[in-house]
């Protein structure tokens, strides 16, 4: 066979045209006519240049070339890469004119290193498949540089490494993957794009061609294949149906603004942001990662593994018959007018996150149907602007099992729960957890009991919460961190059970009956009334002049402190007998500046077993007992300056004769005795002691006052 070539030098000579030798079929590059141009016969082997006509099949990667430029476009039946002889790790590169590429289609059957590439434009004249076999798994051994044009043809990517197009593909046919291929170009092609049990990676916004026409141009998955997504890109409307596969996103997030149609359960990993509506019988479920969800949804959706679901602000519809977190996962709900969640299931150990948005519980959600855990731990933490609101007889109803692994909620943002929800454990006998991150949460409602059994409250994290409405829970309340305002009187439940406190603070906004017992934090009593306080360990109830005099019952355990925080000229008043229970308690006058003459009047004496400490303070602070001091235990004055000892001291006053059972000691500070007193015993330990009236009441021998 010949072929002319019009107007090309061929050898030493310039002919007008020019007729080359050429073979019919399988031929080889050996490049020993050393000049790369592929319409030289001595790079060839059989020496001819290949056919032109369709009919050659050519291979690549023996001898010393490593690269051919194509003069002419030229047609040919099949291109191979093959190994090199001897030890050559480097690739093989076609570039030139455009090659027209037969049913045999491209094959790598290269276990050399290195990467083949045709930087040609290369056009299908059949249906045909684009194999590699071998290549290294890390990097793209095949690279197609140049444009593709399908003209009318299907082609399908195959072998086990990967195959990287970098160039357009255009023209009418489709793509079917069943190996690995990364397409990154700004492609155009029509027909349906199916990766069948391989994995396409998409580089390009436009990387799946001509998204028009619905699933007819669209993208299938199936047969477990991956479509793998690419950081920080934003994909074109692809229709996209699952019929058995997964889609894998990248970081920073990579966005589908097409449909998906799930015909059977999908996982979503790593970072992927949904666009358009999702749809079919399948769920879709989140393994790993972050999902932002901008679409309509009406699939069942599982957050799961180390998943995370965001549903974003753009009037999304949730509809998905379930929405199951699994444990220590999350699901966030964003602003947004006309955002719906219509799900009955969040799973055990798992976290609802609701920001900014309202979550409606209206008619048209059945009772019991918002979360419905399996078992437990679960934690509902409400968001910014949250208005919980109810319609018919909607609880938010947790299906908690094991009363030692409590339900919760905590707070992202100011949150409420409206009036006429019911917040309450699914099972007997159990605890809501009540918390939130430095953030507020209101209860306008009623937190209630099941089944008769008492329901208990546990506050956790560091969290504001307001209960703004009657309770009628009757298990115990317990505070362990965060603030806790109560502007109810019954806003702590039932006074028949009492209120644990371990730390964190108390705001007593309204008058209570409820036992209070704070073995750790702050008691903040707003209101004269402020509940049956007992106090000790680390814990501190305060009150200020406004709520003078202060009435609640009072008892003092060992360690406990009662302060009053008073501003320069004020006094405070405590009307009630304080019962010391045991060990020392602790009075104390503070004031807001170093010198501020303030005053805390102790009216209605003592009772009990413990020992009274009083700290008046440094400076101008004044402790006065004006009622009788009866309980059982020394009276310790002990007045502490922060600075050094020439500071001026706060100063006790006693001021109505007493009889007292135990020490008066005076160890810093000064005391004040300004009526008739009968002791056993008066130690001075480094404090002043002036009088002025007669101490009564000893024998001769025990008349007497130690100096230490």
């Given amino acids: 066979m010949r072929v002319c070539i019009p107007g090309r030098r061929v050898f030493s000579s310039v002919v007008a045209v020019a007729c080359l030798a050429v073979t019919a079929h399988g031929q080889t590059w050996t490049g020993s006519g050393g000049d790369g141009l592929w319409l030289t016969p001595n790079n060839w082997t059989p020496i001819a240049i290949p056919a032109n006509d369709g009919t050659a099949d050519l291979q690549f990667g023996t001898g010393s070339g490593r690269s051919t430029t194509v003069g002419v476009p030229w047609s040919v039946h099949s291109i191979s890469f093959i190994n090199s002889t001897g030890l050559t790790f480097s690739g093989f590169t076609i570039t030139g004119q455009p090659i027209t590429l037969g049913a045999g289609g491209l094959t790598n059957n290269r276990t050399n290193s290195g990467t083949q590439t045709i930087s040609s434009a290369v056009v299908l004249d059949a249906a045909q498949a684009w194999t590699n076999n071998f290549g290294s798994f890390s990097t793209s051994s095949v690279v197609i540089s140049g444009d593709v044009d399908l003209n009318a043809h299907h082609l399908t990517f195959a072998g086990s490494a990967s195959t990287q197009v970098q160039g357009d593909i255009s023209g009418d046919g489709g793509l079917t993957i069943t190996g690995r291929t990364n397409l990154s170009g700004d492609n155009t092609y029509t027909g349906q794009t199916i990766v069948d049990g391989g994995t396409l990676t998409i580089g390009h916004a436009n990387a799946l061609g001509d998204v028009t026409g619905g699933l007819a141009n669209g993208t299938i998955l199936r047969n477990g294949g991956l479509l793998a997504l690419t950081g920080g890109l934003t994909y074109a409307g692809e229709y996209i149906r699952v019929e058995n596969g997964r889609i894998a996103g990248a970081y920073p997030g990579a966005r589908l603004d097409g449909d998906i149609e799930l015909l059977s359960d999908t996982q979503f990993s790593s970072e992927v942001d949904l666009g358009g509506s999702v749809s079919g019988p399948g769920e879709l479920r989140i393994t790993s990662g972050r999902m932002k969800l901008y679409g309509s949804t009406s699939t069942d959706v599982r957050v799961d593994t180390n998943g995370q679901l965001e549903i974003q602000p753009s009037g999304t519809a949730v509809n998905a018959s379930n929405i199951h977190v699994e444990k220590y996962r999350t699901l966030v709900v964003y602003e947004p007018a006309g955002t719906d969640i219509a799900a009955n299931s969040v799973a055990p150990n798992s976290v609802l996150l609701v920001d900014e948005s309202t979550l409606r519980l209206g008619a048209d959600v059945s009772p019991n149907a918002f979360i419905k855990s399996g078992?437990?731990?679960v934690n509902l933490a409400l968001g910014a602007v949250t208005d919980y609101t109810a319609g018919g007889t909607n609880v938010i109803d947790f299906n908690a099992i094991y009363a030692d692994e409590p339900v919760r909620f905590s707070a992202v943002g100011p949150s409420s729960i409206a009036s006429g929800v019911v917040v309450r454990p699914h099972t007997s006998n159990d605890t809501i957890m009540l918390g939130g991150n430095s953030s507020d949460l209101y209860f306008n409602n009623v937190l209630s009991d099941i089944d008769g059994a008492p329901t208990h409250v546990e506050v956790v994290d560091s969290g504001r919460i307001h209960f703004a409405a009657a309770n009628d829970y009757t298990g115990i309340t317990t505070i362990r961190d965060g603030r806790v305002y109560v502007d109810h009187a019954s806003g702590l439940g039932s006074t028949a059970r009492e209120t644990a406190m371990y730390g964190g603070e108390l705001y007593l906004n309204a008058p209570t009956s409820e036992t209070i017992s704070v073995?750790?934090?702050?008691?903040?009593?707003?209101?004269?009334?402020?509940?049956?306080?007992?106090?000790?360990?680390?814990?501190?109830?305060?009150?200020?002049?406004?709520?003078?005099?202060?009435?609640?019952?009072?008892?003092?355990?060992?360690?406990?402190?009662?302060?009053?925080?008073?501003?320069?000229?004020?006094?405070?008043?405590?009307?009630?007998?304080?019962?010391?229970?045991?060990?020392?308690?602790?009075?104390?006058?503070r004031s807001f500046d170093d010198y501020d003459e303030v005053e805390v009047h102790i009216d209605g004496g003592t009772t009990g077993t413990g020992a009274l400490r009083l700290d008046a303070g440094e400076f101008n602070g004044i402790i006065q007992v004006n009622g009788p001091l009866t309980h059982s235990g020394d009276l310790v004055v002990a007045s502490v300056s922060p600075y050094s000892s020439s500071d001026p001291l706060g100063r006790v006053e006693i001021t109505t004769p007493q009889t007292l059972n135990g020490q008066l000691i005076a160890v810093s500070g000064t005391l004040s005795v300004d009526a008739v007193n009968t002791v056993d015993k008066i130690l001075v330990q480094g404090g002043t002691l002036t009088r002025t009236e007669a101490i009564r009441g000893f024998r001769r021998h025990a008349l007497r006052y130690f100096f230490y």
Avoid: W
């Avoid at 049956?532 to 005099?549: E, I, K």
């Fill in 519 to 589: 073995e750790g934090g702050t008691v903040h009593a707003n209101v004269p009334d402020g509940g049956n306080l007992s106090v000790s360990g680390t814990g501190v109830m305060q009150f200020s002049q406004a709520v003078s005099p202060y009435t609640g019952p009072l008892s003092l355990g060992d360690g406990g402190t009662l302060r009053a925080n008073l501003d320069d000229g004020e006094v405070a008043h405590i009307s009630s007998a304080i019962a010391l229970t045991g060990g020392d308690g602790l009075i104390q006058s």
């Fill in 375 to 377: 078992s437990t731990n």
